[in-house]
T-cell receptor
Framework: DAKTTQPPSMDCAEGRAANLPCNHS???????VYWYRQIHSQGPQYIIHGLKNNETNEMASLIITEDRKSSTLILPHATLRDTAVYYC????????????FGKGTKLSVKP | GAGVSQSPSNKVTEKGKDVELRCDPI?????LYWYRQSLGQGLEFLIYFQGNSAPDKSGLPSDRFSAERTGGSVSTLTIQRTQQEDSAVYLC??????????????FGNGTRLTVT
């Protein structure tokens, strides 16, 4: 699975869009990009995933560059409850359950 | 609907005792996963079940750790002769299809194990 690189921390003002970047320059053609987040004292929560095309759901949007070497998770209107650690993970066909969560980005949404 | 349920939510045990941690996955989910998270650390994979079999148990740290799944549903993680370094939050997840690439994992809120 691809190694991913994320900034350790980011701040965002409440109500503004939060844009969280992820570099995955070694990603292979069959690897999906998954995003999870972990709010303090809770288990990780699935957000969104994609392969090549941009994706949107009720939680977020995922923008994947054409060369697939990087992606951005967008929370369109961040709230205080979005404060969490966000993990970007590349998952290939060989993966069973061994997800490498890494250190993620600690997003702090401030009033 | 009901999510992944883990019990107990907290467990304090003395060094050397055995503990059992339980996971009830989302109904109908065929895949089940165990992870652990030590204080301030990332998530560490332990074992993956597809149905009742475990095609990947590579993350179990020692032979004191074992897990089983019965009826394609409930799973139990057992730690024998607990040590202080076993203290962590033990997280269970399930997914509707086998393999983390094919469908998202849904996590429970974990069991916080403290070994004194």
């Amino acid at each position: 699975d691809a190694k991913t690189t994320q900034p350790p921390s980011m701040d965002c003002a409440e109500g503004r869009a939060a844009n969280l970047p992820c570099n995955h320059s070694t990603i292979s053609g069959n690897e999906y990009v998954y995003w999870y987040r972990q709010i303090h004292s809770q288990g990780p929560q699935y957000i969104i995933h994609g392969l090549k095309n941009n994706e949107t759901n009720e939680m977020a949007s995922l923008i994947i560059t054409e060369d697939r070497k990087s992606s951005t998770l967008i929370l369109p209107h961040a709230t205080l409850r979005d404060t969490a650690v966000y993990y970007c993970i590349g998952i290939g066909g060989g993966s069973q359950g061994n997800l490498i969560f890494g250190k993620g980005t600690k997003l702090s949404v401030k009033p | 609907g009901a999510g992944v349920s883990q019990s107990p939510s907290n467990k304090v045990t003395e060094k050397g005792k055995d503990v059992e941690l339980r996971c009830d996955p989302i109904s109908g989910h065929t895949a089940l996963y165990w992870y652990r998270q030590s204080l301030g650390q990332g998530l560490e994979f332990l074992i993956y079940f597809q149905g009742n079999s475990a095609p990947d148990k590579s993350g179990l740290p020692s032979d004191r750790f074992s897990a089983e799944r019965t009826g394609g549903s409930v799973s139990t993680l057992t730690i024998q002769r607990t040590q202080q370094e076993d203290s962590a939050v033990y997280l269970c997840a399930s997914s509707s299809l086998g393999g983390a690439r094919n469908s998202p994992l849904h996590f429970g809120n974990g069991t916080r194990l403290t070994v004194t």
